[in-house]
């Protein structure tokens, strides 16, 4: 065999340092700088998951992005949603999580083993004052060769997690010996919650869902946990004295609700629905 001559070693040399640049050419980092404070603009990306530049990434990454507000889940049209490498786009699925603030989406197909993807967020996403995400997202990161993070839903349990967790902040107020329950949203049993609760449109937030199966993004009962500024009344749970709101609920809960929410709020128990 011949051993590859010093030029045809300096050409490819030069061609992998010219395929170098182009990719650094394609790919800026995203201008993500979480010190310059919230532009006079809508949600600014704060964290990404996978990191820019991050190697070895499992082939079925679920990628995270974090915002400094909320997303307007109306806007999450997944054609505004890139994730390509050369050639080759993948189609996503993507939901918005207001607890975490996080956009989660994740490829319909697992991806290409080492090899460098782009993913983008174009124009037409906006937070829920209306304002377009601002600067926008784009990112790359590179696959390794195995699969391992494919779980953008986490399964709840609703009588063992959720129920209980309705019962013991709200059902005081929703429920119980309130009846029906304030503002008619009655938490503390399955029937009052799938009656008030659950597609039922708020009343302060007319337009909007208490609780939107699948769209944790889009239930308003979700921001009255976090005290969003823009809810009407008081943040959630109210104080029992009635003077403002108590302390909020664990985050955990909050997370376990919103999780519940984003597999459709399903009253049955994941193990149930095993077969
Ligand atoms: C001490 C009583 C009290 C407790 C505890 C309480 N609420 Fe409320 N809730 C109210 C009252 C009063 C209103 C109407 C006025 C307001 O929104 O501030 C209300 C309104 C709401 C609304 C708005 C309904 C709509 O249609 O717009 C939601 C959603 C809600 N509560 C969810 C919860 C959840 C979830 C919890 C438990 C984490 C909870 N509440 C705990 C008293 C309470």
């Known amino acids: 065999m011949?051993?590859?001559?010093?030029?045809?070693?300096?050409?490819?040399?030069?061609?992998?340092?010219?395929?170098?640049?182009?990719?650094?050419?394609?790919?800026?980092?995203?201008?993500?700088?979480?010190?310059?404070?919230?532009?006079?603009?809508?949600?600014?990306p704060l964290a990404t998951d996978?990191?820019?530049?991050?190697?070895?990434?499992?082939?079925?990454?679920?990628?995270?992005?974090?915002?400094?507000?909320?997303?307007?889940?109306r806007s999450l049209n997944v054609d505004r949603i890139d994730l390509y490498s050369g050639p080759v786009n993948l189609y996503t699925n993507a939901f918005y999580d207001p607890?975490?603030?996080?956009?989660i989406t994740w490829?319909?197909?697992t991806m290409r083993g080492s090899a460098i993807w782009i993913f983008e967020i174009e124009e037409g996403i906006v937070g829920i004052d209306g304002l377009p995400v601002a600067p926008g997202v784009i990112m790359h990161f590179k696959t390794g060769e195995e699969k391992g993070d494919n779980t953008p839903y986490i399964r709840r349990s609703f009588n063992s997690e959720i129920l209980p967790?309705?019962?013991?902040?709200?059902?005081?107020?929703?429920?119980g010996s309130q009846g029906e329950g304030f503002s008619e949203l009655q938490l503390d049993t399955l029937e009052g919650i799938g009656d008030t609760a659950i597609a039922v449109h708020s009343q302060q937030w007319t337009g909007w869902q208490r609780i939107s199966p699948y769209r944790p993004g889009r239930s308003y009962l979700l921001y009255k946990l976090i005290g969003d500024a823009r809810i009407g009344g008081t943040p959630m749970p109210r104080a029992l004295d009635f003077d403002g709101a108590a302390d909020p609920i664990?985050?955990?809960?909050?997370?376990?609700?919103?999780d519940w929410i984003a597999t459709g709020a399903p009253f049955f128990d994941p193990e149930e629905n095993a077969d």
């Open 50 to 73: 996978p990191m820019n530049g991050q190697t070895n990434v499992f082939k079925d990454k679920v990628i995270r992005i974090t915002f400094s507000d909320h997303l307007d889940s």
């Open 165 to 175: 967790i309705f019962k013991q902040h709200c059902g005081q107020c929703h429920g």
């Open 2 to 44: 011949k051993a590859p001559s010093p030029v045809s070693l300096q050409t490819r040399l030069t061609a992998i340092a010219i395929v170098l640049l182009g990719w650094t050419h394609c790919a800026p980092p995203p201008e993500i700088d979480p010190d310059a404070g919230v532009p006079p603009g809508g949600p600014v």
């Open 99 to 103: 607890i975490r603030s996080q956009l």
């Open 250 to 258: 664990p985050l955990e809960d909050q997370i376990a609700l919103s």
């Open 107 to 109: 490829p319909s197909a």
